[in-house]
Structure formats: structure tokens, C-alpha cells
């Protein structure tokens, strides 16, 4: 029996996601996705025929093609210092034990993650490095406690844009956990500008955040 989301897809489409049968597939996807930065959330359909989303868009599509390969659809909200950065969300999945993430991003080091993480705050920190702003100052400061998108199926999540609204109003709601130790924060260098350059390579600067406003 088909699920809600196969019986939006067309032939082609269907074939299409039949052959995202792993997370590296997903990803690989993903990333001839073109970035949007402008923001308008759209559903796991939509990035599909437009190719296009952010990074929110790009983890909730995510979850939605892992949860055909048998994970639970999760996403994890990335939280960094207010006014500062924008939030990055990543999906989740578990192999033999392990975390590993997928995600969208303008940021090159902002993406895949290898299912070789204990903990989320492990799979966390590894975004640590790659997560920084435009004046190289790094952001990041905390991280929210996984969401599983079915909690929304009768919204229709997966095809609905409606639906994907009320997830993110879901996300200031979760629990959340700090990463730093405060002493810590007055300390951190900034990042330097060759990782700078390297994870900014082919991005759009329009989806640049600027601090004290987008």
C-alpha cells in the first residue's frame, strides 16, 4: 500500500525516489538541490519538482525519504547565538548504533555526516567548526531534542507546505541543550579564513546571514 507522499508522486518521480535507497543517496540529491535563500518553506514534494530549499526544506525532505528506507523521520534544530546565525537543521538516521545526519545547506561543511556519532551531542560538535557567520566568528551554541515528523501526518507534512509551517512553529518549543560552557564562549577564536573560503565555495551570498539581521 502506498503511503500519503507515493500517491502525490508521478511515475517519474516514484522511479526517482525509489533510487534514493540509502542516506548518501539522499544526500547526493540534496546537493544538486539549489539553494533557495529566499525564505519560503516547502514541503518534501515540492523541493522534489522544484529543486530548490533551504536548509530546512532540505532536512525535513530528507526525513521524509528516510523514513521510506524504514528510520524514523527526525530532525534535529541546530541553535546558534541569538542574533548571530541563522538555526540549521539536520535529519537524522542510526546505523549499527551510530548517528549519521543529512542536511542542506549554503555552507559546504554544514552537510552529511557519516552514522559514526555515539551521541547527539557528539554528531552535534561536528558541526562545531563549520558553523560560523560572515564576520568568521563561530556560532553555534546549542542544539534542540530530535522531532519526529510523524507527530504531523494528519497535516500532510509530506506534500502539504501548510504542513510543514506548523513543524517549525513546533521547533521553539523543544527541549534544548547547550553545547558550550559559558567561560568558554568569550574565548573561541575566529574561524580562519582558508576554512572560510573553503566552505563558502560555490555559495549563494545572498543566503548569507548577516549579524544583527538576515
Not at 19 to 27: A, N, V, W
Not at 65 to 77: A, C, F, S, T
Request: charge should be neutral; hydrophobic fraction near 40%; proline fraction near 7%.
Amino acid at each position: 500500500m502506498r503511503t500519503k507522499f507515493e500517491q502525490c508522486l508521478t511515475p517519474d518521480e516514484r522511479t526517482l525516489v525509489a533510487s534514493l535507497d540509502t542516506p548518501q543517496r539522499i544526500q547526493a540529491f540534496l546537493d544538486t538541490v539549489a539553494y533557495e535563500p529566499a525564505y519560503f518553506n516547502r514541503c518534501p514534494l515540492r523541493v522534489l519538482r522544484e529543486r530548490r530549499g533551504h536548509c530546512y526544506d532540505g532536512a525535513v525532505f530528507a526525513a521524509a525519504i528516510l523514513r521510506r528506507l524504514g528510520y524514523p523521520p527526525q530532525v534535529i534544530d541546530l541553535i546558534p547565538e541569538s542574533g548571530a546565525d541563522d538555526d540549521h537543521m539536520v535529519a537524522i538516521f542510526r546505523q549499527n548504533g551510530r548517528l549519521g545526519a543529512i542536511a542542506k545547506s549554503n555552507f559546504a561543511g554544514l552537510r552529511y555526516r557519516e552514522p559514526v556519532y555515539r551521541s547527539y551531542r557528539e554528531l552535534v560538535m561536528s558541526y562545531f567548526e563549520h558553523f560560523f557567520n560572515t564576520e568568521r566568528a563561530r556560532t553555534l551554541r546549542g542544539y534542540s531534542t530530535p522531532l519526529n515528523l510523524a507527530e504531523f501526518d494528519a497535516l500532510n507534512w509530506e506534500c502539504d507546505d501548510a504542513g510543514i509551517d506548523a513543524v517549525e512553529r513546533r521547533l521553539p518549543a523543544l527541549r534544548r541543550y547547550a553545547l558550550l560552557p559559558p567561560a568558554a564562549i568569550p574565548t573561541l577564536t575566529l574561524v580562519d579564513a582558508r576554512i572560510f573560503a573553503v566552505d563558502t565555495l560555490h555559495s549563494d551570498p545572498e543566503g548569507f546571514y548577516r549579524p544583527g539581521g538576515h
